[in-house]
């Protein structure tokens, strides 16, 4: 049995997917948090908290990478870790600092730090010769400006330190561009508490599908899993509004998108990792958009799951102990998995929603989480606003997606009367 020392964690489904992860396979977790009240804030009552699992529940300044690594070694002296671990991508990083100071598997901290910046990953795939888009990294408005002329527009700014599509925008001119850089500017430090780079980063808007490849890396070998196919929406934002694994795509260009992720993990030297890589397939051939060494958000492992029978939280908690994940695909009946998420399209107080007995018994539904009463919404600008999501199966290769889509179609917000409404 290991012992884990958990670092922080995302609140989303992930949370929840580690901890059970951990517990399946016999091991056990530490876990280590700046602000344990981050993750009481958004506790449901609907299901056990999932720091319920943890042997230890521990403080420290994880924000403090040097002052992180000494209270790590201190703590491994009397509780003693086996490996070392997180779900948040802003602490990746630092993860990966602890595991080499304790002696611990894990990845190269250099590849994380790369992979967890957007400016560097884009220096190191450029350098690498791995296709990406036409970028350009600018630390001023002027440097921006001129930029952003020499690219065309439209084009997308994108912070090189934020997840969850934060102020990812598409630009159509230098009004628009000056209006998305203001925005960045006025958010210096990230939801964690961390200082925010002031770099900005300017991409060619790729024109194509997009996809995603989940691979488990360990031993110096990449092993893909498959290829999910991404539905994304939201404009100017980039939202991800549903995904289906696997892709529909046929055997040459699943093999070009995969083959594209494969490459850009071995240029940024990224080993013992589940990694989750977002591509373009565009005209001119696939494109990476980014590489994040983590297991995917978004429910996304658990499609994998329905399909594959394979844990892909399983496989992280296996590297980061060392050990060689179960990446054998099974036979599960299943051949196409799909979630699709509701955007909330307008401001105001939640009431419920309408359609919910019918979507609740709709073929294949394998789970419907909807956003409570009294919640207050906003238009999505991000990942982090979805009003809930439906996650369908199907016995025939790529029909879940329009079964999910009926499912969602059907689902209705109500909103609570404004103040002074009739």
């Not at 948090?33 to 699992?53: C, F, K, N």
């Not at 399909?307 to 051949?335: F, S």
Request: aromatic fraction near 4%; charge should be negative.
């Amino acid at each position: 049995m290991g012992h884990l020392l958990m670092i922080e964690s995302w609140v989303g489904s992930m949370s929840r997917l580690l901890p059970r992860a951990i517990g399946e396979a016999g091991h056990r977790f530490t876990f280590l948090t700046r602000d344990l009240h981050h993750y009481l804030r958004g506790a449901s009552s609907a299901a056990p908290h999932p720091l319920l699992a943890a042997a230890n529940v521990l403080t420290a300044d994880t924000n403090d990478t040097d002052a992180l690594l000494d209270h790590a070694a201190r703590t491994h002296e009397v509780l003693g870790f086996d490996g070392v671990i997180s779900s948040c991508d802003y602490y990746l990083p630092a993860v990966a600092r602890v595991a080499r100071h304790l002696g611990l598997p894990g990845p190269a901290p250099e590849a994380v730090e790369a992979a967890c910046h957007k400016d560097a990953t884009r220096r190191v795939l450029a350098g690498a010769g791995v296709p990406g888009p036409d970028h350009a990294v600018c630390r001023d408005w002027p440097e921006t400006a001129a930029a952003a002329a020499r690219i065309g527009y439209p084009l997308v700014i994108k912070p090189v330190d934020l997840c969850a599509g934060m102020y990812v925008r598409e630009v159509d001119g230098e009004r628009a561009l000056a209006e998305a850089y203001k925005a960045l500017g006025d958010f210096p430090v990230n939801a964690r508490g961390q200082r925010r780079s002031p770099v900005v980063l300017l991409e060619e808007l790729l024109v194509g599908p997009e996809f995603s490849v989940e691979t488990v890396s360990y031993d110096g070998t990449c092993h893909v899993v498959g290829v999910t196919d991404k539905s994304v929406g939201g404009a100017p934002a980039f939202i991800e509004t549903g995904h289906m694994f696997p892709a529909a795509l046929d055997p040459a260009a699943t093999r070009a998108v995969a083959d594209t992720a494969v490459a850009a993990l071995t240029a940024l030297g990224l080993d013992q990792v589940v990694a989750h890589t977002e591509i373009k397939l565009t005209a001119d051939g696939p494109r990476v958009i980014e590489v994040n060494p983590r297991p995917a958000g978004n429910r996304i492992t658990e499609l994998v799951r329905h399909v594959t029978g394979i844990d892909l939280p399983g496989a992280a908690v296996d590297v980061a102990l060392g050990l060689t994940p179960d990446v054998a695909p099974r036979e599960t009946g299943v051949r196409s998995a799909a979630i699709g998420f509701l955007l909330p399209e307008q401001a105001g107080e939640l009431a419920g929603f309408d359609g919910v007995e019918d979507a609740s018994s709709a073929a294949g539904l394998r789970e419907l989480e909807l956003a409570g009463p009294g919640r207050a919404v906003r238009p999505a600008a991000s990942n982090n606003d979805y009003l809930g999501h439906a996650m369908v199966t199907a016995d025939e290769t790529g029909a879940a997606r329009g079964r999910g889509e009926a499912v969602l179609a059907g689902l209705c917000p109500r909103y609570a009367p404004a103040d002074g409404a009739a």
